[in-house]
């Protein structure tokens, strides 16, 4: 079953407009890419493709925790990992658009 999802995924990923009208990659290229590779069980070369997927998949776990079960500091730590995932897609795009 995951196989047919993970074929499914590959046969209709969708082109990045920016990078299509503008022509430099956009803060998210990449991401699909990387949760291709993290459903294969390939982490490392998730990691290399979009290094904020794993943050952003944390996240959403965790507001659904967070959600689901009224944590008492939630909201905060929600904000912070927030903070720490558009650093890291920050980071990881200049450093892409330096090279």
Known sequence: ?????????????????YKQWIGIECPGCGFQ??????????IWESIQLFPGLIPI?????FLILHLLFHLKNGAVV?????IVDIAII??????????
């Open 1 to 17: 079953m995951l196989y047919d999802i993970i074929g499914w995924l590959e046969a209709h990923m969708q082109p990045c407009i």
């Open 57 to 61: 998949l944390f996240l959403f776990v």
């Open 90 to 99: 920050i980071i990881d795009y200049i450093i892409r658009f330096i090279h």
């Open 33 to 42: 890419r990387a949760l291709i590779a993290l459903l294969k069980g390939d």
């Open 78 to 82: 929600l904000k912070y990992i927030f």
